[in-house]
């Protein structure tokens, strides 16, 4: 499969079919949001607009959300039409996240991430204290909080426990690494989140291992395709097990 047909089939399932837990998917001629039922950030993404329309659809779904009274993420990918989306959305008052990679793997029984046998102490997280001990990190990675994303990553794992899966590497009883990856509904692809480790453990090879830990589970699950949203960071990584560069996104988020 070349890179256009990737991008094509991406777009098919992760986009335009997706489905995502805790949030109802609604679909109109030129949008396909998601609204949250848990009083969370909803999101746009996917778009089908142009030149003509694009400003007028903008100020209709920045009048819809904000009837809702939720804010909500506008997913912009660097293919996207009209090719000034992400201009158009900044001058309705947007703010534009650092752009990330769309990164895709496919894989097969001998890619080296199957392979790779380091533990590091690595474990799957399965229970409320883990998550926890997840959100901690990451407060001290970003120096932000991330209560919510604990919330709804025990009320995913509680609903839908085969569909999340959660790994961390402890170090004298403290997680310092940790990663997670749902398994898309009715889709090809396997997406990869987290990854972040606490700088003084950094280097040693934890990105891969928990890299490798969600490939192994992927496959084993019958999965050919993994797919991750990487950050500069994280980019040089992955490139060197294999993933290719098929777009750039942007998280634009509703002006307050």
């Not at 949008?31 to 999101?43: A, N, T």
């Not at 007028?56 to 009274?69: Q, T």
């Amino acid at each position: 499969m070349d890179k256009n047909e990737l991008i094509g089939l991406y777009h098919k399932e992760l986009r335009q079919e997706a489905q995502s837990p805790g949030y109802i998917r609604e679909e109109t001629e030129h949008i396909v949001r998601h609204i949250s039922q848990f009083g969370e950030k909803g999101f746009i993404i996917s778009s089908n607009l142009n030149e003509n329309n694009a400003k007028k659809i903008i100020k209709e779904e920045l009048n819809y959300f904000r009837n809702l009274g939720q804010d909500f993420e506008w997913k912009v990918y660097s293919y996207d039409k009209p090719y000034n989306l992400k201009d158009l959305l900044l001058q309705e008052g947007f703010k534009e996240n650092e752009s990330e990679a769309l990164m895709v793997i496919p894989l097969d029984d001998k890619h080296p991430l199957l392979n790779n046998d380091l533990d590091f102490n690595l474990k799957e997280i399965t229970d409320q204290q883990g998550i926890q001990d997840i959100v901690a990190l990451e407060n001290a990675v970003w120096n932000t909080p991330h209560a919510e994303l604990g919330e709804r990553l025990w009320r995913d794992k509680q609903n839908n426990p085969q569909s999340l899966y959660l790994y961390g590497i402890y170090t004298d009883g403290q997680l310092v690494s940790a990663a997670w990856m749902y398994i898309e509904t009715h889709s090809s692809f396997v997406s990869l989140w987290g990854g972040s480790t606490l700088p003084k453990y950094r280097g040693k090879g934890y990105y891969t291992a928990l890299l490798a830990a969600r490939a192994k589970k992927a496959f084993e699950e019958g999965y050919l395709f993994l797919t991750v949203d990487a950050s500069p960071m994280s980019r040089p990584i992955l490139e060197k097990n294999g993933f290719l560069c098929l777009a750039y996104s942007y998280g634009c988020q509703s002006p307050n």
